[in-house]
Each structure stands twice: as structure tokens, then as C-alpha cells.
């Protein structure tokens, strides 16, 4: 069955700092993985996904993500923390083949808090 | 840029009563979704929807629920007798094609609140 898990509930970090949130992926075949962010009171807006190609991708804002298939890791980055990006942040799987629909498994989510 | 429209933001309602969750998809947009976030907890898939029918739907998606797209813009999910546990988030979700590399998109979500 698939599965993401996200270890951290939470993570700080301080304006300025690199920040990483951390995902791991259980999936037979290859993965389509995605990062989605949850703003308060808003809804879930699409980041960034990794498809094929190159094993770190870019994204909105300033985030990439490097996949990594040995660990089955895809771990969201950004060099620089803004005090902006506090937010909750879901990382979410999907397989490449089997499966009539574009449905993904995501993750618990991890909060995100920039301290100025 | 185009989005997904939710209504209503928050509704609160009696056990037992039928609740109607109302999505207006992208225009172009195919594939439509549903999804529901209990509070604290992940995400979780609902059902999916594509030309008419129903393409998948979990476990969680029982005969309480029923989905449908009554016009060319609105896609909306009924609960038919709400229980306490239904108390979440519900967000609907569109896609240009089911099956692709492409991302969902997501509304803002309807907070069902049930007493």
C-alpha cells in the first residue's frame, strides 16, 4: 500500500536559516510525489512535485525538494527562511501506473515556524 | 488565475441532518475530487469523480455520501445523515486529466462543524 511519512510535527527555525521538512514514501513502481503548503484558514497550494529527470526540482517561493530513491526520501529545502513560509506543509504521493484517478496519499503534515 | 470555489466556508449542522458541500472546479479542468481534513489529522482521500461517475472512492466514502455534478460548473458532495464523526474539513480538488504528471488544485475548503 502506499504511504508518506512526515517525522516531524513540528519544525523551527529562524529567519535567515536554511530550512528542510522532512518526507519518506512507501510505493511499489516509481513515485509521483508532490509538496502541498496550508496556510491558515486556507487551502492546499500546489509547491512543487517530482515526476522523472533531474533529482532535485525547484518550486514556488523559493522551495526545491531532492529526491532521493535509495532512501525514498523527498525532503522539501529552501536555503533561506522567511518568517512567510510559517505554514503547514504536506508532502503526498502518487503511483505512476495502476489506478484509474489522480489520487494522493498525503502525509500528517508538518508545521513550519520561522521565529524572527 | 483560475480557482476553485468552495461553499460554504463553515457550516454547522445537527446529527443527522443532510449536509450539501458545494465546489465550483476550474473551468477546463476534467477530474474532480473530494478530500476531508479532520482537525489535526492528515489529509485523506475521498472520492473522485470524471465523466459522470464516480472513478474512486475510499473506504471513508460510504452509502452516507454521494457526489454530483447537477450542472456544467458545480460539483457537490451530500452527506446524507451526519454523524459527529463527520465534524472536518472538506476540500474539492480539480484536475485537467486523471491521469498525468500534473497537480491538483485545491479550494479553499468547507468546515463542517456537526453537534
Known amino acids: 500500500a502506499q504511504s508518506v511519512a512526515q517525522p516531524e510535527d513540528q519544525v523551527n527555525v529562524a529567519e535567515g536559516n536554511p530550512l528542510t521538512v522532512k518526507c519518506t514514501y512507501s510505493?511499489?513502481?516509481?513515485?509521483?510525489l508532490f509538496w502541498y503548503v496550508q496556510y491558515p484558514n486556507r487551502g492546499l497550494q500546489f509547491l512543487l512535485k517530482?515526476?522523472?529527470?533531474?533529482?532535485l526540482v525547484k518550486g514556488s517561493y523559493g522551495f526545491e525538494a531532492e529526491f532521493n530513491k535509495s532512501q525514498t526520501s523527498f525532503h522539501l529545502k529552501k536555503p533561506s527562511a522567511l518568517v512567510s513560509d510559517s505554514a503547514l506543509y504536506f508532502c503526498?504521493?502518487?503511483?505512476?501506473?495502476?489506478?484509474?484517478?489522480?489520487?494522493?496519499?498525503f502525509g500528517t503534515g508538518t508545521l513550519l515556524a520561522v521565529q524572527p | 488565475e483560475p480557482e476553485v470555489t468552495q461553499t460554504p466556508s463553515h457550516q454547522v449542522t445537527q446529527m443527522g441532518q443532510e449536509v450539501i458541500l458545494r465546489c465550483v472546479p476550474i473551468?477546463?479542468?476534467?477530474?474532480f475530487y473530494w478530500y476531508r481534513q479532520i482537525l489535526g489529522q492528515k489529509v485523506e482521500f475521498l472520492v473522485s469523480?470524471?465523466?459522470?461517475?464516480?472513478?474512486?472512492k475510499s473506504e471513508i466514502f460510504d452509502d452516507q455520501f454521494s457526489v454530483e455534478r447537477p450542472d456544467g460548473s458545480n460539483f457537490t458532495l451530500k452527506i446524507r445523515s451526519t454523524k459527529l464523526e463527520d465534524s472536518a474539513m472538506y476540500f474539492c480538488?480539480?484536475?485537467?486529466?486523471?491521469?498525468?504528471?500534473?497537480?491538483?488544485?485545491f479550494g479553499e475548503g468547507s468546515r463542517l462543524t456537526v453537534l
Open positions: 480538488a480539480s484536475s485537467v486529466s486523471g491521469w498525468d504528471t500534473g497537480e491538483l488544485f
Open positions: 510505493v511499489s513502481g516509481n513515485p509521483y
Open positions: 517530482y515526476i522523472t529527470g533531474d533529482n
Open positions: 503526498a504521493v502518487r503511483k505512476t501506473a495502476g489506478g484509474a484517478t489522480n489520487k494522493l496519499i
Open positions: 473551468s477546463n479542468h476534467l477530474y
Open positions: 469523480f470524471y465523466n459522470n461517475e464516480i472513478s474512486e
